[in-house]
């Protein structure tokens, strides 16, 4: 990934180099023709050096970037820390109208765990709930005769029913394996309290024997330490709130609550890390919610402080077991939002020093639009696509040129709208005009009058993703908008999301084209599609056609408790009037 700015100590190199070739070529009284010869290879040989240079050959934030670090670990959010005791032990039976075939059953108190002999159960589920994340551990004794041996112990740990019985061998996933929550635990003595090392995400833990011993024994506890950085408790919905909204909303606090731990996760079992395009739609769920500043802070200050020398935003970064980015991991619309996600910090909490003091690192993001946009007000999607990770959803064969367009214009807006919150609006002065030829290109280029929508030059398929991004972008009128999206709907083969993350777009892109109802709608139908299979937090990927739908080739290794699933609760609460009973349709 290549971005050039005028700055780079490689370009100056250049430029110096350049300068002395041509001063030579214009001085020919060199008295020696090969001491001439010479000079030209040298200077030739480091014009050479100078372009492989890499472009971060020197720190472009050095000056800043250890206050940013110090700001971050200043602003560290302290987990809460609550002791959750199982509710009941269940078994897991197949099913075909539930989500992925599969349903808990209810079979008796959790007290049986304890009253009973392991051996006697030939293994057992054992449902805390609710979705925690954190700490296992159990205490086991012996019934009457002594231990002579030591015990083994299987864990496997699931967000869903389905996952305690999916078979994980031989695994065909394209993810690291280890992702996948199952721990083979030996005690040697028993008595004893064990605490399994591993922070886990579940409801369903299923415990099975592996090695049995000569003697009777039992659980005589199993508790759970789970963690959050949620501390406040989020308002109350209006009365007027139907059921089901009351509980899409309730189910994306819990969402978002699993996944608020020192930073911002997108998802408490995988991936444990902080992306920013999960940060934008996390920090504006926590607006309405839960209100912890200081965590999206923590966040802002982080991502700036682990940027990559070139100023240049990493996508994902850890806080664990130090602070450091995922190295190479650049994806270019998450660097983009990230202007867009310091705004909306702004406009919550008025916080005007933080917002001046990672100002910088917004305009420097906005250089990726300004090296791909071209002369004609297009951006350059074919190089782009070379040079970046270009994400928007996970549907496969989706085409990305137009929705590229509408979010280089949307972050050139999101980061001039800042600027003029903080006064630096002359900074940007050229971006006004800049989204005004951006914006008649795309309705010159990438817009069909006869069919009232947006498609690509080299592509010309029809996805939601491209009226959604150009309607975000304010490219058409609000009628042309509402044309659009209403003529998705007649097309078959239209594109569609596969992911909680577009369809937050795309509700978002209704309720801006003044169809209020149709959000309404999808919000019920899609999140409380959800809600209707026992989702107790939103999920990574969700098409309703397709329960077991994995990017990653196998549907266990899904989260099920997913940052960028949340954001209902958002809609519900900043759009309250949507949401009510007695809604009349415009």
């Not at 009777?216 to 789970?226: D, V, Y």
């Not at 290109?441 to 029809?462: C, E, I, M, P, S």
């Not at 309607?471 to 042309?480: C, D, H």
């Amino acid at each position: 990934m290549y971005v050039y700015t005028t700055t780079d100590f490689a370009g100056l190199v250049k430029l110096y180099i350049l300068a002395f070739l041509l001063e030579i070529i214009e001085n020919m009284k060199i008295n020696n023709f090969l001491i001439g010869i010479r000079l030209f290879k040298i200077c030739f040989l480091m014009v050479g050096l100078a372009c492989a240079c890499p472009i971060y050959a020197q720190d472009f934030f050095q000056q800043v970037r250890e206050g940013w670090l110090k700001e971050a670990a200043q602003t560290t959010p302290v987990l809460i820390k609550s002791i959750k005791k199982p509710l009941k032990l269940v078994t897991i039976v197949k099913d075909k109208a539930a989500f992925q075939g599969y349903k808990a059953v209810p079979m008796s108190d959790a007290k049986k765990l304890y009253d009973t002999a392991f051996q006697a159960m030939s293994g057992v589920v054992v449902d805390f709930g609710e979705h925690l994340t954190g700490h296992l551990s159990f205490c086991l004794r012996a019934l009457k005769q002594t231990p002579d041996a030591p015990l083994r112990l299987k864990f496997t740990f699931g967000e869903v029913p389905s996952e305690v019985v999916t078979p994980f061998d031989p695994y065909t996933g394209g993810l690291s394996r280890a992702w996948l929550q199952d721990e083979v635990v030996t005690v040697m003595e028993v008595p004893d309290t064990i605490v399994i090392p591993r922070r886990v995400a579940f409801r369903y833990v299923k415990i099975e024997l592996l090695a049995k011993p000569g003697f009777p024994f039992a659980i005589s506890k199993l508790s759970f330490e789970a963690v959050s950085s949620a501390s406040a408790t989020p308002s109350p919905l209006l009365a007027t709130t139907p059921a089901l909204f009351k509980k899409i909303d309730s189910v994306g606090l819990a969402t978002l609550k699993e996944c608020m731990q020192t930073v911002f996760e997108d998802g408490p079992k995988r991936d444990q890390r902080l992306w920013i395009g999960d940060l934008y739609l996390q920090s504006m769920a926590n607006n309405y919610s839960y209100k912890q500043y200081n965590l999206s802070k923590h966040c802002l200050y982080l991502l700036a402080g682990l940027s990559s020398d070139n100023g240049i935003l990493h996508a994902a970064v850890f806080d664990r077991p130090v602070p450091h980015p995922q190295a190479g991991q650049f994806l270019l619309e998450y660097a983009l939002l990230y202007g867009a996600a310091l705004k909306e910090y702004l406009i919550a909490t008025g916080d005007q020093h933080t917002a001046k003091e990672l100002w910088p690192v917004v305009k420097k993001q906005l250089d990726i639009v300004n090296r791909y946009v071209g002369n004609d007000g297009l951006m350059d999607f074919e190089n782009a696509a070379k040079e970046w990770w270009i994400f928007f959803d996970w549907k496969d064969g989706l085409y990305k040129e137009v929705p590229l367009q509408g979010i280089s214009i949307f972050a050139l807006n999101e980061a001039y709208d800042l600027s003029r919150l903080i006064g630096k609006e002359h900074e940007l002065a050229y971006v006004p005009p800049l989204v005004k030829k951006m914006r008649a290109a795309a309705r010159k280029w990438l817009y069909n009058q006869h069919t009232d929508l947006f498609v690509g030059l080299h592509n010309k398929q029809v996805s939601y993703a491209s009226q959604i991004w150009m309607i975000l972008a304010g490219v058409p009128s609000q009628k042309q908008a509402q044309r659009a999206l209403a003529a998705l709907e007649t097309i078959d083969s239209a594109v569609t999301p596969v992911t909680p993350y577009l369809n937050h777009y795309y509700v978002q892109a209704l309720i801006n084209s003044g169809m209020q109802d149709k959000a309404r709608e999808v919000i019920g139908s899609y999140w409380g599609g959800m809600v209707s299979k026992g989702a107790d937090t939103f999920w990574e990927a969700y098409d309703p056609k397709d329960d077991y739908l994995s990017p990653y080739g196998f549907f266990p290794v899904n989260s099920y408790c997913h940052a960028w699933s949340c954001t209902p609760l958002f809609f519900i609460r900043k759009y309250p009037e949507i949401f009510q009973l007695q809604r009349t349709s415009k």
